[in-house]
Nanobody, 124 residues
Framework: QVQFVESGGGLVQAGGSLRLSCAAS????????LAWFRQAPGKERDFVAA????????DYADFVKGRFTISRGNPENTVYLQMNSLKPEDTAVYYC?????????????????WGQGTQVTVSS
């Protein structure tokens, strides 16, 4: 059974940092693109960042560029999101996801596997 487990969320003051982790089990994702999405209360799920299978291609949503960094870990079934200079508008549940493609990486339909999410709350 494939399982994604996110961790690292929590409550932080504006300007602070958090590092999210996502560990996958049940199969290998070494050839998958890995990504982070987020969903704030009452809003649609938004793409945050993605990294391709080799780590050679990375893409970010405009609203996190320069503040967030996505990386793949060792073992290869892990993905991280370093979040710096956090703002109250970053408050959301953050989800990791895996896609066999790079095309369509901004869109949820591209992803076959999703984690359960971790809450990030940024206070002003």
């Amino acid at each position: 059974q494939v399982q994604f487990v996110e961790s690292g969320g929590g409550l932080v003051q504006a300007g602070g940092s958090l590092r999210l982790s996502c560990a996958a089990s049940g199969r290998t994702f070494s050839r998958y693109s890995l990504a982070w999405f987020r969903q704030a209360p009452g809003k649609e799920r938004d793409f945050v960042a993605a990294i391709n299978w080799s780590g050679s291609i990375i893409d970010y949503a405009d609203f996190v560029k320069g503040r967030f960094t996505i990386s793949r870990g060792n073992p290869e079934n892990t993905v991280y999101l370093q979040m710096n200079s956090l703002k109250p508008e970053d408050t959301a549940v953050y989800y990791c996801a895996a896609s066999p493609l790079w095309d369509g990486v901004h869109h949820g339909w591209s992803y076959d596997y999703w984690g359960q999410g971790t809450q990030v709350t940024v206070s002003s």
